[in-house]
């Protein structure tokens, strides 16, 4: 055996070489086979950028009257119209970028419309606001301001509450844009669209006013002594769903369409004073904790490559099939316990200690049960009638008579096997 | 590509300016160098694909034995090869060290030893050799894979050699080779020789007494040239595990003990590996080293999961001898199988030939027989008389149709099997 071993082959053994294929062919080989995945890869990094640029590419905007908003409540409508018109609207969202924009466009070259939801800007800001304004020949046309705050814009402004919205609203004054526009939304949402957008409808007393409800001296557009400044309390006519209606786009037109630029300033978070609010974490960290922690992770990348590179192609074994032999005996010995069936295992225990029993005392396979209880009785000096009940006697009812039997059965094999 | 510790060792340790220095122009410049060095050591590596391999594989080793595949590597390019190469052996060929590093200047060659220790029995494989070669820096490498198939056939462990000294001197024994000589070695005349005192009187041979005017006597010798055929089953049955091996690789070591102790005792051995086709043939018809051809054919097989066409062996039996002969089965003698094929089997073959049947028995059996500590064990008990009386109803019908059975654990069933043969042979059976 150990010669066969040790004999080795004598012929000349094939060379292998590298796969003589060109990389293009290789190249080839690896699309044929891996070709649904790639085209899979290939199609969702297509849609990410696509996902992506559409995101960002759009500059589109959610915020109501926002002039980047498309939607019902947006005021994209309005900028494109006033565009459409030669006027440059751009947005803002400081007061320092819309104080810079103002003193860039030069004097008497700008219209502001001033929008503040969340009543962000403080009192001294607005009158910052309205000198700026003011100072460089511009107007200012403020959006739903809040009762200080248009107080502060003009001494002849005042907040004159709210109303309820009507269906339309007549001009009633005399001044030229007003006039113009005529009719107007009263500020109640249309009913006729789908899920309609309703802003909130305020009332103002100015030097003029005009829109005014029935019975009341305020009017929905306040003018101030100048003419420059005004309030226009139902901004409701500007957002994109109610444009078309009525002579809102006229009205919007006149008001914005004024000068040549329009500033459409939104009052936000960054307009409110930075509090002595403690400091940042980015303050707080050492300035090499990010780039060190982004190294970190390129050389935790590094480290993955390096010990994930298989050297070479998973090897498959084929594995041969192997049952453990045991596996029907234990199958019925389960089958046994779960049926409880104490009188089918007992009488098969008996039956074997029978053959045994009869095999021992050479009574051949074929020997009458009695005659093996019979010369078992003789061999170990039992009382017959003992062996007698143990071996063809009633079988056991429970687990534990079959115990004991079996146990039984053992020793009596034992005493009959020492003889 | 692949890319070394040394490099991970390198990219950590630009950690240090990046934290001394921190800003972006540190961190870009670690970048910068560590793209440089892939670069460099990529460009400058060998290439994979430029290196030819030739397999020098020993020709079968015995399971459990040790043995070295060599693999010969050429580098056909003009750089110098600093590369890991990896055998991909299966797991079961048990490579120690199937990677290995090497340095093959331009040109030159190479080789590298392998150590194997299967533990496995049967064709064992390597597909390839992953060759990763590094560049001068020895932090990135070029990857490759060549196909190269090698096949190492691991042959039977046969353990049952032991016992062949044994039986051996039995058969010489019979074959009255050795000292002591006895009349009832066989039923085949020998030769004639003087009576000696103590030879049997019944063996004197008148006639040539009466011819030499001396007392003769014959002697007998068993009889040679007599046909074993050994049919080892492969089907399911032979897939089941008794004592930590197949019912399957017990079944080749006894065949191997028997067929080479039947060799010596000068009878035709043949052997028949078969489950609904006959999977492995070997005939001492022919000439050359029985043995080695033998387990040449038995190293490859594995179980079958599929039932023992029982009906056709009597045909491939007949392929190989249309005489009389021992037949030795080895199969199962579990109840079902055996009752449905088995026992018409070798009740058509015995009407022509001495039939054996040797089957592994599972000592687990016994063992669950004889423990009775508690109720589970009990019906476990029980359930191990029901398999025993099953198999011993069996062997009992079986041996009705005068078959011998050899009914042996794993590690007794070649030794008994070799004592059935010797007994037959004894008895002048065969």
Known sequence: MSSVASHRTSSEPETFRADPASTAQRAGRLWRTGKFWIICAAIFVALSLLAFILAKGGEQSSGTLSITNPAPAGAQGAAEVLRSHGVDVSATDSLADTLAALSANGAGNSTVVFYDPYNFLSPDQAATLADEVREAGARLVALSPAPLTVARFSPDLLSAGTARGTASI?????????????????????????????????????????????????????FNAAGDVMALGNPGILINQNLANRGNAALAVRLLGHAPNLLWYTVSIKDLPVAEQAPSLAELTPSWIFPASSWLLLVAVIGMLWKGRRSGPLVPEPLPVIVKASETLAGRARLYQDGRAVGTASRTLRHASLTRLARALRLGITAEPDAVVLATAAATGRPVPQVHALLLGALPKTEQEMLTMAVELTALEEEVAQR | MAISGRFFYLALAALVPIIALPGALSWLLSLTVLALVVLVDLLLAASPRKISLRRTLPNGVRLGEATSATVHLANESPRTLRAQVKDGWQPSAGALNPLQNVLIRGGERAALSVALRPVRRGDLRSQHISIRSFGPL????????????????????????????????????????????????????????????????????????????????????????????????????????????????????????????????????????????????????????????MVQALAPLAPELIELNTPAIAGAVRQVTAHRALVVLITSLDAGAAEEGLIPLVTSLSQKHVVVVAAVRDPAVDQARHDRSSTTATYRAAAAEHALNRRAAITAVVKQAGVEVVDATPLDLPPHLADMYIKLKAAGRL
Not at chain 2, 205 to 222: H, N, Y
Request: proline share 4%; net charge positive.
């Open chain 1, 170 to 222: 007549a001009a009633g004054c005399s001044q030229p844009d007003a006039v113009a526009a005529g009719m107007i939304d009263g500020g109640s949402s249309d009913l006729g669209v789908l899920a309609p957008v309703s802003l909130p409808l305020h009332l103002y007393q100015g030097t003029q006013n005009c829109f005014t409800p029935q019975g009341e001296t305020a009017g929905q557009l306040a």
């Open chain 2, 138 to 293: 020895g932090m990135v490498a070029r990857q490759g894979t060549i196909q190269a198939p090698g096949l190492l056939r691991v042959l039977p462990p046969f353990h049952a050699k032991r016992h062949l000294p044994s039986k051996l001197r039995k058969l010489r024994e019979l074959d009255g080779k050795a000292a002591v000589q006895i009349r009832g070695a066989g039923t085949e005349f020998d030769s004639l020789r003087d009576y000696v005192r103590g030879d049997d009187v019944r063996s004197i041979d008148w006639r040539a007494t009466a011819r030499r005017r001396d007392v003769v006597v014959r002697t007998w010798r068993p009889e040679r040239d007599r046909r074993v055929v050994i049919v080892l089953d492969t089907s399911r049955t032979s897939a089941a595990r008794v004592d930590d091996e197949t019912a399957l690789d017990t079944g080749i070591e006894a065949a191997l003990l028997l067929a080479v102790l039947a060799e010596r005792g000068g009878d035709r051995v043949s052997l028949i590996a078969y489950d609904r086709r006959i999977r492995a043939k070997v005939s001492s018809a022919g000439k050359g080293n029985m043995l080695n051809g």
